[in-house]
């Protein structure tokens, strides 16, 4: 879908899943957000998942130039000639281990955090259920998460890990809500729709996209106090119909948690941060706005959504997936100075996430198809060190990472393990962590270094 | 000669004769002698005089009497010790002598008492005053003689003295003013009284006010009647001359509250007249002109009007020959037939809400309109109910509008599907444009969702769509949308089979998900054959990732795992089946041929891979296949798939009925798609008739807990909108407010649609359109709503709310409407309790009939079609 946010410039807040359950009347929230007392926790932290939907092309967004086992050369044999990018056009990376790699062009903008000890790259991740090797994967001797190479099931399992139907930000933020104590605001927000990624047991997130944030016509006049007053009373009954309640309980949500988030962003305050126009950068800049007044909303603990489309680049892929990374990498700088701009060095984790990598190996009309192993970037001054961490597959086609002849990486290191990874540092002790992640103890080495 | 005088002539001879007995006496005593003093005096009826003695020669004590009686008695007078008389009340009948006496010397004296009338007093008049004519007057006072006269202003008048204290008289005043009243005492002792004053009036008079009156018929005003000299007012009141009036010429109470008749009597005036109760001589009239009525609405017969041309009665009273009578806005061919019908010809419409008003209009003198009546319309012979058409109608089309209701009210399902799917379609207009805008494609769709006919086939398109997607994200050019999008609409009621092809083979969908130019692979470039079509053409179009039982769920190992439909090589072996397709254009030997997307993709064999594949399901196409061949086999596969009759009866239920169809259902349907071939247009008849469908027809149909779907963003637009009659202008915007709840009309985010058929509440049922619903989107929804009802969209939707808004001063009836018309009479009635005491406590009728709306049109109970 065209992304059409921009033009807007209000903040319209909702709910996903099943709307959040509030433990106080929007009323009381509200008398709580106009007292405005509550301190800004000094222990505060936050996730941010930039979700890329399509499948990037991992391949082409991290390239090895002179690595132990590779060089741009290997790299550009096994891509072709359609879909590789010149080695002179990468800024370049190095990792502590002296491996140079190269970022797409378009990803110039994190080559400078890179540089700060700011952002990293986690290499060669998927979905796995247990480790396993390409000869397991060719025998079928180890299971395999289903439907690996499609999008809808790929897209879940990474919001989800495999086999769930909780988001792994939502039973995250189960773990962590009381952090958050009384304060009524969820501690998962969305700005791209109802994610199940953060949809937890008992945690429900919020959502929030740019437009409006209450009811058209609530201008205070009789009529329109009369009208509110009704609609509220209707949504009090109950129809005896799931569907019906759930739409009531979207709407009673929505109204009260637009008052709220409301009435905090009016006591925030501008950011001086300008952000990107584009899908993401409003994205992050929504989010920033809200990290701004997490003291007024009364949160220590908070998990961010946001996303972009457009990556399943089957086709014609080099002009596209440029001005995706464009936007990814653009929205991301600007994403950092508005954390160093309100203070929360060290204090916000920001990492991308995608259903599957793509075919190294190059498709029919210049583009890629699906595959599994990808590499991921994460930012925030919290990072152990600027590094390439993981293990880096061999771009050889049929090679020893590759499981189908065209490039698709067996991942070395699981979707668990790196959610893994951002959960702990977020603060789920490591004795929980089998909890929200239940594949988990299928890996001898819980925890990537990244953090 | 009086009594008296007589009395007195026969006293004075006794005087006369008598002397020398006086004078023996006192001549006899010797120097003795009494003498009583005064001599002869009068003395008038119960008067005193006091006496004394005279005693000459002795000095002696006194003794009184009267006529010998020592005291004296009642009949004579008494007299005390010390001489002082008391004349009796009437005349004593002998005369009557004082006499003093002594006893030592023996001697008396005495004289003659003269006895008189007492003088009469006048107490008063009964009646004092009276109106000139005859009078009995009754005098009160004391002291009347027997004979005592009446004099009026010096003139006897015949008295009856009834009693000393009571004369009574008959008169005759001929004129009018004060008069003196007398009583005269005759002889002896004649005197007249002192005067009474008696007032004698002029004659009553009476005078009715207003002395002209114009007034209504069947309306009531008030006379008043002044009397004037008399104190008794009260009046009697005619009409007519008839007491009391009657229901011809006007009834009239006591109060003089005149009630006028609700028909022109005779003549147009009428007398109202009141008559003095005191003097029925005093009457006056005044003469009331009768105008038209306001006239009255009772009820039509028959009650219920039916839609279409008919005539009909309107009962009610006040109607005038010329009265004029509107239905809604329209006026209408009234007749007059008498005061209370008139006789109707009207072509009654079918309105969002079933109800219409009524009004009525009476022309010169004094045109007048009645109040509104509002009346429930309705089609002629039904043979579904409103709820059951309404329902069906929301299911099989973009809302079910009032029109349409009523049509397939009369004919039933059966017809109804059999002429949708006779009828031509609808269809985008051609466009070469290679511009990246669909603006008036989107624009064109609503106009086709809310005017064409052919809503069964434009529906099922629609419901098509969201399973074949292709989106303007990639494909947004009205050369590639336009003819894919007229490609669904031909395909909707044919066979599945022809359906996939012709999608499979649309350049646009080539495009979309790289199937066109998808060549063998190129040794120098490296490329292999593009695996996009190849896997969503599995996933998303026709068997899905797992194996599937008849019933739509999914097959299960003893494990309780799903078993995959496909591997991943099978992937890679189909998508170098589907190579070698270019642009429709010239046939080509080798190359691509340039864009264009008239017509299906056409093979061009150099590019066809043509060894040995083992594609889906494990089938093996041999060697040297062509392109067509290869083709063919893949769709074959596919198309006879067991999975497809469930896979695709799931997502038309959705997209038709109903989140969570029982597995029952689907098994149905698939039952019907696998002995039709895969026949949409018969899937979609029994997706429609099947009893699941119809279940919540009945007016007591139980409620299914998991039942309906929440409305996706366009049909919740439409539906609104259809179901409140409104239309679009051509260049409308509507896809905008689409757009905002998450469902912009061919720009689905991917080719996995809007949504997904497997997205889920948290609580567990199905419900795909939930995946746009959140809190932010029910807002957007709610104000999506606003933006209808109080700007028209900015004026691109012409939603008329004039018949609701005629029903403003009728909470009851407004929201019942509201009710009909989108919830088609299944509002609870605490809902309806809420919604009425809002729209009363609203202000002004545009605001009363918006609330209405908006507090329907917002509920769950309207987002959810159940």
């Known amino acids: 879908m065209k992304n059409h946010i921009t033009r807007r410039t209000l903040l319209r807040l909702g709910l996903g899943g099943l709307g959040w359950l509030g433990a106080t009347s929007p009323l009381a929230r509200l008398g709580r957000l106009q007292a405005q007392a509550v ?52 800024p370049e990376i190095r990792a502590s281990n ?76 189960d773990i962590l809500q009381a952090l958050n104590g009384t304060a009524s605001f969820p501690t998962g927000l969305s700005t791209s729709g109802n994610p199940v990624f953060l949809n937890g047991q008992n945690t ?163 583009g890629s198809d699906h595959a599994w192993g990808s590499h991921q970037i994460v930012m925030g001054s919290a990072l152990r060190s600027a590094d390439v961490y993981g293990t880096f597959p061999l771009l050889d086609l049929d090679g020893p990472d590759d499981v189908t002849g065209r490039g698709v990486w067996l991942p070395t290191a699981s979707l668990d393990q790196y959610a893994a990874t951002l959960a702990s540092w977020f603060g789920v002790p490591d004795g929980s962590l089998a909890t929200v992640f239940p594949n988990l103890p299928n890996f001898a080495q819980p925890k990537l270094a990244f953090l | 000669m009086h009594a008296p005088r007589l009395l007195g002539v026969v006293l004075q001879w006794l005087r006369v004769v008598l002397p020398a007995a006086w004078i023996v006496l006192q001549t006899h005593a010797g120097p003795v002698s009494v003498s009583v003093h005064p001599t002869r005096p009068s003395v008038r009826a119960e008067t005193t005089r006091q006496f004394s003695a005279r005693q000459h020669g002795a000095c002696a004590p006194v003794t009184w009497s009267v006529n010998a009686i020592v005291g004296g008695s009642p009949a004579v007078g008494t007299i005390t010790e010390t001489g002082l008389y008391t004349a009796p009340s009437i005349p004593p009948l002998v005369p009557v002598f004082v006499r003093a006496s002594i006893s030592a010397p023996m001697a008396s004296g005495e004289t003659e008492i003269l006895w008189q009338h007492p003088k009469p007093i006048l107490n008063s008049l009964q009646p004092a005053s009276f109106n000139v ?23 006897s008048i015949p008295a009856q003295r009834v009693s000393p204290d009571r004369i009574v008289v008959d008169w005759i005043a001929t004129t009018s003013g004060s008069f003196t009243v007398r009583v005269a005492n005759p002889d002896p002792g004649a005197i007249v009284s002192s005067g009474k004053s008696l007032r004698v009036l002029p ?85 009331v002109t009768f105008v038209n009525p306001v006239p009255e609405l009772l009820a039509t017969d028959p009650g219920v009007l039916l839609i279409g041309p008919g005539t009909w009665i309107l009962r009610g009273r ?163 949308m336009v003819p894919y999008q007229n490609l669904l609409l031909e395909d909707a009621f044919g066979s599945y089979s022809k359906l996939l092809r012709d999608v499979t083979l649309n350049p646009a969908m080539g495009v979309f998900l790289d199937m066109v130019n998808n060549d063998k692979a190129d040794a120098i470039t490296g490329a292999v054959p593009n695996e996009n079509y190849a896997r969503e053409v599995a996933q998303l179009f026709t068997i899905g990732t797992v194996w599937l039982n008849p019933d739509g769920t999914a097959q299960r190992t003893p494990e309780g795992a799903s ?20 642009f429709p254009g010239k046939a080509i030997t080798r190359g691509h041929n340039r864009e264009n997307y008239s017509g299906p993709m056409i093979p061009v064999e150099a590019n066809h891979d043509t060894g040995q594949k083992r594609i889906l399901g494990g089938v093996i196409l041999p060697a040297g296949l062509t392109a067509t061949q290869d083709l063919d086999a893949v769709l074959a596969t596919l198309a006879t798939h067991p999975n497809v009759a469930p896979f695709i009866s ?63 963003p366009v049909l919740y637009l439409t539906g609104m909108m259809r179901s409140l009659g409104a239309t679009v202008v051509d260049n409308n915007p509507v896809e905008s407010l689409a757009a905002e709840m998450g469902q912009k009309p061919f720009y689905a985010p991917s080719v996995f649609n809007y949504y997904s058929p497997f997205y889920r509440l948290p609580s567990g049922p199905l419900a795909p359109e939930f995946q746009l619903m959140n809190s932010a989107t029910a807002l957007v929804r709610a104000n999506a709503v606003q933006s209808l009802i109080t700007r028209n969209l900015d004026g691109n939707v012409r939603l008329r709310l004039t018949a609701l808004q005629a029903l403003a001063n009728f909470p009851d009836e407004l929201v019942d409407a509201v009710d009909h018309a989108l919830l088609y009479g299944r509002m609870p009635a605490e809902m309806k309790a809420v919604i009425t005491a809002a729209v009363e406590a609203t202000e002004g009728s545009t605001e009363r009939v918006r609330t209405a709306l908006y507090l329907v049109a917002t509920s769950g109970k309207y987002q959810i079609e159940h």
């Not at chain 1, 939907?53 to 290997?74: E, L, S």
């Not at chain 2, 008399?230 to 007519?240: D, G, M, P, Q, R």
């Not at chain 2, 496909?566 to 397709?581: D, K, N, V």
């Not at chain 2, 009925?657 to 029994?686: K, Q």
Request: with cysteine.
């Open chain 2, 563 to 582: 078993i995959p439909t496909y591997t991943q090589a099978e992937i890679l072996e189909t998508a170098r089946a589907l190579t070698g397709w270019t």
């Open chain 2, 318 to 480: 006040g109607f005038v020959p010329g009265t004029t009578v509107k239905l809604g806005d329209e006026p209408v061919l009234a007749s007059f037939l008498s005061p209370t019908e008139l006789g109707i010809t009207s072509t009654n419409p079918a309105l969002p809400g079933g109800r219409i008003t009524l009004k009525a209009r009476n022309p010169d003198p004094w045109p007048a309109s009645s109040e509104t009546l509002v009346v429930r319309v309705e089609p002629s012979l039904p043979i579904l109910t409103h709820r059951a058409a309404a329902r069906f109608l929301e299911q099989a089309t973009f809302g079910a509008d009032p029109v349409g209701i009523a049509r397939l009210r009369q004919i039933g399902f059966a017809a109804w599907l059999d002429e949708q799917f006779a009828l031509p379609r609808s269809s985008y207009k051609a466009s070469t444009s290679s511009s990246d805008s669909l603006t008036r494609q989107q624009a064109e769709f609503f106009v086709n969702a809310m005017r064409g006919s052919d809503q069964l086939r434009q529906r099922t398109a629609w419901a098509l769509s969201q399973v074949f997607v292709i989106s303007g994200v990639k494909t947004g050019q009205p050369r590639q």
């Open chain 2, 133 to 155: 004519g005859r009078a009995t007057i009754e005098i009160l006072g004391i002291g009347f003689a027997p004979n005592a006269q009446v004099q009026i202003n010096g003139t």
């Open chain 2, 650 to 712: 799931l997502r038309l239920i959705q997209q038709f009925v109903v989140s969570n169809p029982s597995t029952d259902y689907v098994a149905r349907i698939s039952t019907v798609f696998r002995n039709t071939d895969g026949n949409l247009g018969a899937v979609v008849r029994a997706i429609l008739l099947d009893p699941e469908a119809r279940a919540g027809d009945a007016d007591n149909a139980p409620l299914n807990t998991f039942g309906g779907h929440l409305r996706q």
């Open chain 2, 203 to 287: 004659p009553v008079s009476a005078k009715v006010s207003p002395t002209t009156r114009t007034m209504r018929l069947g309306a009531s005003k008030s006379f008043s009647a002044y009397l004037a000299n008399t104190t008794n007012k009260a009046v009697s009141w005619l009409v007519n001359g008839v007491p009391g009036g009657n229901a011809t010429v006007g009834t009239i109470e006591s109060t003089g509250l005149f009630t006028a008749p609700w028909a022109m009597p005779g003549s147009n005036t009428v007398q109202v007249t009141a008559v003095s109760v005191a003097d029925p001589r005093a009457r006056s009239s005044t003469t």
């Open chain 1, 204 to 366: 429900k997130p919020a959502s929030v996209t740019n437009g409006g944030l209450g009811l058209d016509g609530s201008d205070g006049s009789a009529n329109a106090n009369v009208r509110d007053a009704a609609l509220q009373q209707l949504l009090t009954f109950d129809s005896g119909m799931s569907l019906i309640q759930a739409a009531n309980r979207h709407m009673t949500d929505g109204i009260a948690a637009g008052k709220e988030l409301n009435a905090a962003l009016n006591s925030g305050g501008a950011l001086q941060t300008v952000f990107p126009n584009t899908g993401l950068g409003s994205q992050l800049e929504q989010v920033a706005k809200v990290l701004k007044v997490r003291g007024a909303l009364g949160m220590s603990r908070q998990i961010f959504f946001t996303s972009m489309g457009g990556f399943d680049t089957h086709s014609n892929q080099l002009p596209s997936h440029a001005a995706l990374l464009a936007e990814l990498g653009n929205a991301m700088a600007a994403f950092d100075n508005a954390i160093r701009e309100l203070g929360l060095d060290g204090k916000v984790v920001t990492f991308t996430e995608s259903e599957f990598g793509r075919t190294c190996q190059p498709s029919t009309g210049v």
């Open chain 1, 39 to 90: 301190p800004e926790d000094p222990d505060y932290k936050a996730l941010v998942c930039i979700f890329l939907f399509g499948g990037n092309d991992g391949n082409n967004t991290v390239i090895p130039i002179q690595t132990g086992i590779q060089t741009h050369a290997t790299y550009a044999a096994a891509r072709g000639s359609g879909i590789t990018l010149a080695r002179a056009s990468l």
């Open chain 1, 98 to 173: 002296g491996d140079i790699y190269g970022l797409h062009p378009s990803l110039a903008p994190l080559q400078a955090l890179h540089q700060q000890g700011r952002m990293s790259v986690v290499a060669n991740v998927g979905t796995l259920l247990r480790p396993l090797t390409k000869a397991q994967y060719d025998r079928g001797q180890v299971p395999v998460p289903t439907n690996l190479f499609s999008h809808s099931d790929q897209q879940q399992q990474w919001q989800t890990s495999p086999g769930l139907r909780t988001g792994w930000g939502g039973r995250a933020a």
